[in-house]
């Protein structure tokens, strides 16, 4: 098992241009999700997914996109990529609880993004 | 809307002391709330998950207590070692989204 990936590792963009960050789990996973994360502050959601076909915003949706196509792969695309969106972002997934909410989340390593 | 504080924001103890993180949230409808720790420049994994249902929960020298009703989840770690150096972090689950504090970071000095 994987776990869950993500690539690239690390990317420099300039104002304006779009790129999209890769995820995969080779868990079965319904749930995945994105976040991302600033210094000093805890993460923040900017989407989710419950299932193939299914996707909804988070806390931060603004300037992203993403599709689920299939259980395994989550994609984030940067539209026009903002100084305000250089981050570290985090993809992570899980099952989805029996009784409600969800299971435990597995995290990737992380993508840093630089906005120039 | 969720809100999560995590007190406090960075502790420093010897090698071989219990201590205890603590997490308050402001929303008690939850699923469920998680611990994480998060070592310098790397992803998150994942302690312990305590059901709404549940008061407690333990992992080796860990141990997570849940008070939803007041809106709060403590971490104890017992005999600390410096291998347990690193930021903690705790989420609730609120409908299908984890809101996180900003975390504790934990120095245990040898």
């Known amino acids: 098992n994987a776990g869950v990936t993500q690539t690239p590792k690390f990317q420099v963009l300039k104002t304006g241009q779009s790129m999209t960050l890769q995820c995969a789990q080779d868990m079965n996973h319904e749930y995945m999700s994105w976040y991302r994360q600033d210094p000093g502050m805890g993460l923040r959601l900017i989407h989710y997914?419950?299932?193939?076909?299914?996707?909804d915003q988070g806390e931060v949706p603004n300037g992203y996109n993403v599709s689920r196509s299939t259980t395994e792969d989550f994609p984030l695309r940067l539209l026009s990529a903002a100084p305000s969106q250089t981050s570290v972002y985090f993809c992570?997934?899980?099952?989805?609880?029996?009784?409600?909410?969800?299971?435990?989340?597995?995290f990737g390593p992380g993508t840093r993004l630089l906005v120039l | 809307k969720q809100e999560v504080t995590q007190i406090p924001a960075a502790l420093s103890v010897p090698e071989g002391e219990n201590l205890v993180l603590n997490c308050s949230f402001t929303d008690s409808a939850i699923y469920n709330l998680q611990w994480f720790r998060q070592d310098p420049g790397k992803g998150l994994t994942s302690l312990l998950l305590?059901?709404?249902s549940q008061r407690e929960q333990t992992s080796g020298r860990l141990n997570a207590s849940l008070d939803k009703s007041s809106g709060r989840s403590t971490l104890y770690i017992a005999a600390s070692q410096p291998g347990d150096s690193a930021t903690y972090l705790c989420a609730p689950d609120s409908n299908y989204q984890l809101i996180w504090g900003a975390g504790t970071k934990l120095i245990i000095k040898p």
């Open positions: 992570a997934s899980s099952r989805l609880g029996v009784a409600g909410g969800l299971e435990t989340q597995y």
């Open positions: 305590i059901q709404s």
């Open positions: 997914s419950v299932g193939a076909g299914i996707t």
